[in-house]
Each structure stands twice: as structure tokens, then as C-alpha cells.
């Protein structure tokens, strides 16, 4: 655990002081006894509320004044050979948790449990063999690929540092590697400049898997991609993923992705998770305000599927300053007096379906 007050210096939820501090000792005393829970050995990851501030503003002695609060409190489980979908608007917090789940940034509080094991406070000795099973695929394949390195040699430099295989097989294990990627043998020489933003994302998800993974987070990884090559890298990792048995953190802002590729569905708002549940869940009995509105924005070709349809107003507000009580309060059609002061806990309303919303808790 990074650190035991997850909601230290949280903003007040009430406006009344005495309450507040109460509030926040209820939750803080939940949140630390879901850290003594055992894991659960039936998932390769679990993330136990899960926290990362960034500093805005700091003294000349280097005491932070005033942070941005850019994931609170994210809790969410994934099995081997399941993909999790982390969706939600720009800056929510999505690359933030996936970036925390790999230690590219350390938390700043909560618990990371990947394969039977507490990460959250490994070393960078300690990281070394984990890091090889958890790899990362980003949005820009142009960016992410070195330019003076041939396929070949990008892709053999992770199989040697690592020793995936014996030296005199690098070569055959790169081919065959590349061949199931939908790459070319002769590739195999070529540099990243001559191929298309789909055949380089290729090349990123064959770097990624060269080293036998068994989480791959993938940050936007169709994004910059014309909408046909989408699915064909889509696709792709479905493939890999049943091939390899690869559990996958699949993040996007774009929910037809991610109801094609997701068994499970995060929904995310201003850093907070506001449901989370399968894709079944999810599509059929959305129950926050806010996958009701995300589905407004998405025509549904079933009409026999009847879901409850909300217009989101208003700007989603800045992640440096977010409403106090619910973060999506000031965008709820449903907002009440009570969203404005109390953040609704984050609670399982069905087996392995959680969401964060007063209303659910009146009915
Ligand atoms: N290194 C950083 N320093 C300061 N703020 C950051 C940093 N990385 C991300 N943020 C902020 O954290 C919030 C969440 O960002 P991010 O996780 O990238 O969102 P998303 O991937 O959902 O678009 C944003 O407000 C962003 O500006
Ligand atoms: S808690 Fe209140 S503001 Fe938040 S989603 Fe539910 S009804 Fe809307
Ligand atoms: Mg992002």
C-alpha cells in the first residue's frame, strides 16, 4: 500500500466540518479494511482504491500547496484472458490509472495487486520481472516506435535483454512472432518511416508481446487509426489475446470500441470511477446518471433495447478544482442537495456490478 489515508486532504464532502471528518473516518476505516482483504487468486490484477495526485503548485521549500487529483479512489478487478475497458471523456483520469497500474507513475495511495503479488511500493529491482509481464501499447504508433532501429531489431532487443529464448533462436522467434502480428518476413529489415500508422501499431502490439506478457495495457491504441484499420488491429488483439491467454486494460473515449473488445466496462468521470460492471451490465441495466448519458451520444441499432436517455450540459469542469460531493453533479439532470455536499459511495448493487450514485440508494 502506498499510503494508509487514501483520503487525506480530500476536499470536505459536507459542508459542515464535524460531519465531514466523520465521513471521511467511516470511509477511511472501509478503505483499510478492503486492504487487509486477501487478494482474490482468480485475477491477475486487482487495483484496491487506487489514488494519484499531481503537484500544481509547490513552496520554495518543495511543499506541495495545492495538487490536481487526477485518479481518487479507483477499485476494479481482471481475470487472465479478460478485457477490461476503461471509458470516459479527455482528461478523466484513464491513461493516469493505466500508467499508476504499470508504476510509470507511483500511486499516491492504494493498493496494486498484479499476479498474486502488492506492487504498489516495488522497487525498480524489485519491478523488473513484473514489468516484463505487464507491457503498454500506445496511442501514437509514430511517436513510439525508435526510427533508426529496423523491425528487427526493435523487436529482438526485448526477446535478448529479457532472455525469452536462446540467443540462435532470437531471429525464427521474431519471425514467427511478426507472422502471427500480420507482418511480412521481409519487414524484418525494413525501418518504421515505411509503413502505414496501422502496420507501425503492429509493430508496437509485436514489441509489447515479444516478451510473453500477461497484462497488456492499451492506452487509445486505435485512436490515430483510420476507421478501417480500427478493426483490423481490434481484431488482431482478440486474437493474440485467446492465442496468449492476455488480460487487457483497454482504455478509449470511444464506447463502440469499447463494447466490441470489453468483457468488463469501467466507467470513468473526473478521475473517479462511476460504474463498473461486465459489458452485459453495462449495455442492458446502466445504472449512473452518467453511462445513461454516455449512451445518449451512441445510436442504439437494437430498438427492441430500451435504455433511459440523457443529454449531458455543460462543460465538464476542470480536474484541478472538481465539484465537491459528486464530481458529476453539476452535469446531472437528477443532481439533488445532497450530490452537491456527500460523494455517493462507490458500492456493488448486483454480483460484480458497482456504481456511485445517491438516487441508487433511494430505491
Ligand atoms: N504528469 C502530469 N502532471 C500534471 N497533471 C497531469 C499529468 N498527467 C496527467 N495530468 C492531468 O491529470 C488529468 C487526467 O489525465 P489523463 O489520465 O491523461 O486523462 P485521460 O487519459 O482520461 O485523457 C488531466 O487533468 C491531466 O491534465
Ligand atoms: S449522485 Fe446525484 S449528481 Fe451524482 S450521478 Fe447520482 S443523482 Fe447525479
Ligand atoms: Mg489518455
Redesign the pocket.
Known amino acids: 500500500m502506498a499510503d494508509e489515508k487514501v483520503l487525506e486532504n480530500v476536499t470536505p464532502v459536507y459542508d459542515d466540518e464535524a460531519l465531514a471528518a466523520e465521513y471521511l473516518e467511516k470511509r477511511q476505516q472501509k478503505i483499510e479494511e478492503d486492504f487487509k482483504k486477501p487478494f482474490d487468486p482468480d485475477c491477475i490484477l486487482e487495483v484496491r482504491h487506487l489514488r494519484k495526485c499531481?503537484?500544481?503548485k509547490k513552496t520554495i521549500t518543495g511543499k506541495v500547496t495545492k495538487e490536481?487529483v487526477?485518479?481518487d479512489d479507483v477499485s476494479f478487478k481482471l481475470k487472465a484472458g479478460e478485457t477490461l475497458g476503461i471509458v470516459?471523456?479527455?482528461?478523466?483520469?484513464?491513461?493516469?490509472?493505466?500508467?499508476a497500474v504499470l508504476k510509470l507513475?507511483q500511486p499516491t495511495a492504494g493498493q496494486i495487486i498484479f499476479n498474486g503479488q502488492d506492487i504498489t511500493n516495488f522497487d525498480s529491482k524489485q519491478m523488473r520481472s513484473s514489468r516484463k509481464e505487464m507491457q503498454i501499447i500506445f496511442q501514437d504508433p509514430y511517436s513510439s516506435l525508435p526510427p533508426r532501429s529496423t523491425v528487427g531489431g526493435i523487436l529482438s532487443e526485448p526477446v535478448e535483454v529479457h532472455n525469452i529464448v536462446p540467443k540462435d533462436q532470437v531471429k525464427d522467434y521474431v519471425l514467427d512472432l511478426m507472422d502471427k502480428c500480420g507482418l511480412r518476413d521481409y519487414y524484418y529489415e525494413r525501418y518504421p518511416h515505411e509503413f502505414s500508422g496501422g502496420q507501425r501499431q503492429r509493430i508496437c502490439i509485436a514489441r509489447a508481446l515479444s516478451v510473453n506478457p500477461k497484462l497488456v495495457i492499451c492506452?487509445?491504441p486505435v485512436s490515430a487509426l483510420d476507421v478501417s484499420i480500427q478493426a483490423q488491429i481490434i481484431n488482431l488483439l482478440k486474437k493474440l489475446q485467446r492465442e496468449m491467454n492476455l488480460a487487457y486494460v483497454f482504455?478509449s473515449?470511444d464506447l463502440s470500441v469499447v463494447k466490441f473488445i470489453s468483457d468488463k466496462i469501467g466507467v470513468?468521470y473526473l478521475?473517479s470511477m462511476m460504474e463498473f460492471g461486465s459489458k452485459e451490465d453495462i449495455f442492458k441495466n446502466p445504472l449512473h446518471p452518467y453511462t445513461k448519458a454516455l449512451f445518449s451520444a451512441v445510436p442504439n441499432p437494437d430498438p427492441t433495447q430500451k435504455t433511459e436517455r440523457i443529454k449531458l450540459e455543460g462543460d465538464i469542469p476542470?480536474?484541478?478544482n472538481p465539484p465537491k460531493g459528486c464530481r458529476f453533479h453539476t452535469r446531472c439532470p437528477y443532481a439533488k442537495e445532497v450530490c452537491k455536499h456527500i460523494t455517493p459511495e462507490y458500492r456493488e448493487y448486483e454480483p460484480g456490478h458497482f456504481a456511485a450514485c445517491h438516487l441508487l440508494n433511494e430505491e
Open positions: 499531481f503537484p500544481l490536481l487526477a485518479v470516459g471523456e479527455s482528461g478523466c483520469g484513464k491513461t493516469t490509472t493505466g500508467r507513475h492506452d487509445e482504455i473515449h470513468m478521475g476542470s480536474p484541478a
